[in-house]
């Protein structure tokens, strides 16, 4: 089976999962539920969930209480790229080749989409506590849901690239902004996966490293993309790094440097990945199309 095959039953068996807990559309609140279903119905490559999930399975998880933190990820996700869309940040009218929430529900509903989103997802994540779960160890994992999405995580690097956008950026205020920003919920996907497949503490650290590395290196691929490829490929608009004058690896060294370090990074992850006694040849293939994916 090629990677491509295997990546569609994949995507198939994620996309299951997040929809099977996303909120009935009914009630007085009915149109932010629908917002907020529309909003995860979009599409996307669901990375964080299936990189959680798989990595779940290289320590041999096998309980289905991963797959509510599997939907709660990507409801924050989702909730982030709503708010990302809105006027008052990214101002974008498309995502994955479709209208962003605010664009069809209005400006308040797409706000408040990705609030409930953020708030649904910790209530979606707690149905594993009613699930075959050690507790301890789905306890570690709200936390860190808790606090890689939040002040000290993905937050907490929006934060600094909303104040600082049309600003000079330094290397370090860029790495701090992309760590933050796009890696700590990939860094909280696999470490999830980790935790509740009870993996040593030594091997959720290494698990840590390997995303972290993978995050930053994801990063600096969308800021690749955002100059070489096409609205139609991408699924959004390109060139809106320079249009918000945002201060990207890019800008700062160049296409080709931010090339080589993007792929720098990818190996420094691979050699990690290769040094834990597991093994998932679907999660070091899944690595491999993140950094070398055209959209």
């Not at 933190?69 to 940040?89: K, N, Q, R, W």
């Not at 797409?110 to 609030?115: I, K, P, R, V, W």
Request: one cysteine or more; proline letters at 2%; a negative charge.
């Amino acid at each position: 089976m090629t990677f491509d095959e295997e990546y569609r039953i994949k995507l198939q068996e994620v996309e299951d999962i997040v929809d099977r807990y996303l909120p009935p559309e009914e009630g007085y609140q009915k149109t932010i539920l629908s917002a907020m279903n529309y909003s995860v119905r979009a599409g996307g490559k669901r990375l964080r969930p299936m990189l959680m999930l798989e990595t779940y399975r290289l320590f041999d998880g096998r309980s289905k209480a991963i797959e509510p933190f599997m939907a709660a990820m990507e409801y924050i996700h989702t909730g982030s790229l709503v708010h990302d869309d809105l006027p008052c940040m990214d101002n974008d009218e498309y995502r994955r080749g479709k209208k962003t929430t605010w664009s069809v529900y209005g400006e308040d509903m797409g706000t408040l989409a990705g609030d409930a989103l953020f708030f649904y997802a910790f209530e979606t994540a707690g149905k594993a506590f009613d699930m075959n779960v050690n507790a301890a160890n789905a306890g570690k994992a709200m936390t860190l849901l808790a606090v890689k999405s939040g002040i000290y995580g993905m937050a907490g690097g929006q934060t600094v690239d909303v104040e600082m956008t049309g600003k000079a950026l330094r290397k370090d205020q860029l790495r701090f902004i992309y760590e933050l920003k796009t890696g700590a919920l990939i860094e909280a996907s696999m470490m999830i996966g980790a935790v509740l497949a009870d993996a040593s503490r030594e091997d959720i650290i290494t698990v840590e490293q390997i995303a972290k590395r993978i995050g930053l290196a994801f990063q600096i691929q969308d800021d690749l993309l955002d100059i070489t490829s096409t609205t139609e490929e991408l699924g959004k608009p390109v060139h809106s790094d320079e249009r918000n004058v945002k201060t990207t690896y890019v800008s700062l060294f160049g296409q080709e440097q931010a090339g080589i370090r993007a792929k720098l990074l990818f190996e420094e992850a691979i050699e990690l990945l290769d040094s834990l006694t597991g093994e998932n040849r679907f999660l070091k293939d899944l690595l491999v199309f993140l950094i070398t994916r055209k959209k």
